[in-house]
T-cell receptor, first 113, second 115 residues
Framework: GNSVTQMEGPVTLSEEAFLTINCTYTATGYPSLFWYVQYPGEGLQLLLKATKADDKGSNKGFEATYRKETTSFHLEKGSVQVSDSAVYFCALSDPGSGNQFYFGTGTSLTVIP | GAVVSQHPSRVICKSGTSVKIECRSLDFQATTMFWYRQFPKQSLMLMATSNEGSKATYEQGVEKDKFLINHASLTLSTLTVTSAHPEDSSFYIC???????????FGSGTRLTVV
């Protein structure tokens, strides 16, 4: 079946530190992969996505590369800011399952000045 | 960009009463909307898929008579939690397929507390 395993948090970093949030997946078909961000009191916002192997999604300094060989989609950012404090969700969408979304458990990130 | 409005953002209700949550696509039409539930420190779990003009499709283990879904128009889906109990307290969030975004646009969520 389809599932997403995400690094547990919470993660606390100092401003300008390097961020990695690990995400691995299992899928029966050829999924698309996503990272969503949830700021306090708000809904989920699409951060970036990749639709096929070796694609790199990027947005706002965040990057993630679709690695089929390791079934991973790790989120990285070279220099985090206080405004990046949020909960990050890794997700996959499997066309073979009617494009249903499967989410990881979320990783809470706090960036301190 | 595409916006999905969810209302209310927070609601407290007494045990045994019903609560309605609205999900509206503001600048696009959504033939399909999705309802998720998020327990504390857990991931979002799909509850049901709401289809405009037809019955919702519920995920296994979700009581369709307790969580009533109505998708009467291309811009509005409602989730009604009937005869709510404290164990129904959770964060409910909807999403709609805006096609362009292909990742779906999510509402801001509703925090339901049943006392």
């Amino acid at each position: 079946g389809n599932s997403v395993t995400q690094m547990e948090g919470p993660v606390t970093l100092s401003e300008e530190a390097f961020l990695t949030i690990n995400c691995t997946y299992t899928a029966t078909g050829y999924p698309s992969l996503f990272w969503y961000v949830q700021y306090p009191g708000e809904g989920l916002q699409l951060l970036l996505k990749a639709t096929k192997a070796d694609d790199k999604g990027s947005n706002k300094g965040f990057e993630a590369t679709y690695r089929k060989e390791t079934t991973s989609f790790h989120l990285e950012k070279g220099s985090v800011q206080v405004s990046d404090s949020a909960v990050y969700f890794c997700a996959l969408s499997d066309p073979g399952s009617g494009n249903q979304f499967y989410f990881g458990t979320g990783t809470s990130l706090t960036v301190i000045p | 960009g595409a916006v999905v409005s969810q209302h209310p953002s927070r609601v407290i209700c007494k045990s045994g009463t019903s609560v309605k949550i609205e999900c509206r696509s503001l600048d696009f039409q959504a033939t399909t909307m999705f309802w998720y539930r998020q327990f504390p420190k857990q991931s979002l779990m799909l509850m049901a898929t709401s289809n405009e003009g037809s019955k919702a499709t519920y995920e296994q283990g979700v009581e369709k008579d307790k969580f009533l879904i109505n998708h009467a128009s291309l811009t509005l889906s409602t989730l009604t939690v009937t005869s709510a109990h404290p164990e129904d307290s959770s964060f409910y969030i909807c999403s709609a397929d805006d096609r362009e975004n292909y990742g779906y646009t999510f509402g801001s969520g509703t925090r339901l507390t049943v006392v």
